[in-house]
């Protein structure tokens, strides 16, 4: 047991930006494997699916959701509103990152993720 939530075994998969790099069911397939192993999957701020859709994908599976902290209260309550409607139990709070890395080698190449991060767009459509 971890924080209230049964578990299968006593593996946690960590929180991982992007999955929708690798595999078009993105974070969604991720957590439907991690409930096949009884596995907690733990949701990243930087996530492609919505937070909804990961968690219908294995409604009993525990589940956290990692949390990058920002300065701005109404990202944090738009992250906050979602992830409780959609049955998280805690947060993984990340406190040790407010700004982005420098990553000269992205400067370079002007990488920019190739699939959309749900919870930026979201915030973006919000604020027009």
Same mark, same amino acid.
């Given at each position: ?6 578990? !299968?075994?006593?593996?946690? %998969? ?6 929708? %790099? +690798? ?19 733990? +949701? +990243? ?8 859709? %990961? ?14 902290? +920002? ?5 944090? !309550?738009?992250?906050?509103?979602? %992830? ?45």
């Amino acid at each position: 047991e971890f924080l209230g939530m049964k578990l !299968k075994t006593p593996i946690m %998969i960590s929180p991982i930006a992007c999955h929708g %790099i +690798s595999h078009a069911d993105a974070e969604v397939a991720t957590q439907k494997g991690a409930a096949l192993a009884g596995a907690m999957f733990t +949701s +990243s701020t930087y996530g492609n699916k919505p937070v909804e859709e %990961i968690a219908a994908a294995a409604p009993d599976a525990p589940r956290m959701f990692q949390l990058y902290l +920002s300065k701005n209260w109404d990202f944090n !309550k738009m992250v906050f509103d979602a %992830i409780n409607a959609a049955g998280y139990k805690a947060i993984l709070l990340t406190v040790d990152a407010l700004v982005s890395g420098y990553r000269e080698a992205n400067l370079r190449t002007n990488f920019a993720f190739p699939v959309p991060l749900d919870f930026f767009t979201r915030f973006q459509g919000a604020k027009g």
